[in-house]
């Protein structure tokens, strides 16, 4: 058995953060990662303060190494996977967690960094290309396709997203230039109103045209990364309905976001008190839940739970930051556990002062 003031579960920038913050205070903390991290397939990362285009590997493996360099008196990182988590209830409280391998852990304060999992359409390809070619946002990997062919994916699946992504569409990509581009409606018909409701056009589809996009309205069959031409391109091909197209990158948005696969058995509505939130994320305390220690005001989002002891960062509980907003969701877990920590241990000896224990 390992006890622990802290258990971080999760080692992706908001995990590995966390642990770095709440170090700072020679607390003992265990980090688990278990590395099934979200943008595992990206070679290039944008937007993360000081690492412009690093391999996002590197930038990990830059933070867990200075987690060594700087805490390893009380701060230890293990590669493996939590797969029970329990809150103790009387006694002194806290959790207890088992990993893979059979092994136990006792924490005063747990932190769920443990991410969000992407489920793409189920197209021929995709997968493969996730990250890659097939992309989810301009501020990740966009902008490196400006002047290219590109198309931008719309599925029946995301109906309910699809007119705020054509909305996004419209607003933030349109400085990209790209040349031709497609909207790809993936056999919505958009020709009838019920169609362009689905694919998000209802209001736009006129306006898209005048812009210079092209439909496509069969169904895509496959996408494959096509090396045989001089600049390596996405071909997407459409059966015998449509030749195929190439272009430098297609927009896609996931059709639906889960918590990742190693957290979701631990991440149940018994367990958090509270169901999760859309995109499968874990629900803040309602306002006023906790007394005693608290948030400074207008840092960030609350990174409690429902459970007393248990917080959360980054995209496990935020599914639209990236990285750097994990960092900071992580740094802030790290501080208000610490925090937390410390209340209770000093509500522990005024608590031992009245009662005359030394
Ligand atoms: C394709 C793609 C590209 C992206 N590119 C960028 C970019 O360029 N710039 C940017 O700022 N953001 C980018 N992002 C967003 C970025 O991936 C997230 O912001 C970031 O990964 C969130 O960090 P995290 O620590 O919350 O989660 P993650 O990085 O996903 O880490 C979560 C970790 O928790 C582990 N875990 C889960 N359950 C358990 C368990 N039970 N036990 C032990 N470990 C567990 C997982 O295995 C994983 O290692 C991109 C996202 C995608 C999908």
């Not at 995709?126 to 062919?149: D, L, N, S, Y």
């Not at 069969?218 to 996405?234: F, G, H, Q, R």
Request: net charge negative; aromatic share 8%; glycine share 10%.
């Amino acid at each position: 058995m390992t006890s622990v003031n802290l258990l971080v579960i999760g080692g992706g920038p908001a995990g590995l953060s966390a642990a770095a913050m709440f170090s700072r205070l020679r607390r003992s903390c265990l980090i688990y990662d278990s590395g099934s991290y979200r943008n595992a397939t990206t070679l290039h990362s944008h937007t993360i303060s000081g690492y412009e285009g690093v391999d996002p590997a590197i930038y990990r493996q830059t933070l867990r190494g200075q987690l060594k360099d700087w805490y390893s008196e009380k701060t230890e990182w293990r590669k493996g996977k939590i797969v029970s988590l329990l809150k103790v209830e009387g006694g002194e409280g806290g959790f207890e967690a088992i990993d893979e391998e059979g092994r136990e852990i006792k924490a005063k304060k747990v932190i769920l960094a443990t991410g969000v999992k992407d489920r793409l359409p189920d197209i021929p390809g995709m997968a493969e290309q996730w990250g890659r070619r097939v992309i989810h946002c301009i501020f990740c990997h966009g902008t490196e396709t400006a002047k290219h062919p590109f198309a931008f994916l719309y599925t029946k699946a995301n109906a309910p997203m699809n007119a705020k992504m054509v909305e996004k569409m419209l607003t933030m990509w349109t400085g990209l230039d790209h040349e031709p581009r497609y909207i790809l409606a993936n056999g919505i018909d958009v020709d009838t109103e019920e169609g362009r409701k689905d694919a998000g056009f209802e209001k736009y589809h006129d306006l898209v045209q005048q812009k210079g996009y092209k439909y496509i309205t069969s169904a895509i069959t496959s996408v494959k990364e096509d090396i045989s031409i001089s600049t390596s391109a996405l071909e997407i091909t459409f059966g015998t309905t449509h030749p195929p197209i190439s272009v430098h990158s297609m927009l896609v948005f996931p059709e639906k976001i889960t918590p990742s696969t190693d957290a979701e058995p631990l991440l149940t509505e018994n367990f958090l008190q509270a169901p999760l939130g859309a995109m499968g994320i874990i629900a803040p305390p309602k306002p006023g839940r906790w007394e005693g220690t608290g948030v400074p005001f207008r840092i960030g989002d609350d990174p409690r739970t429902e459970v007393r002891g248990l917080f959360w960062a980054g995209n496990s509980g935020c599914a639209t930051g990236n990285v750097t907003v994990s960092v900071a969701q992580g740094q802030l877990a790290g501080a208000m556990a610490g925090d937390e920590l410390g209340h209770d241990e000093l509500m522990s000896d005024i608590h031992a002062n009245h009662n005359g224990v030394q």
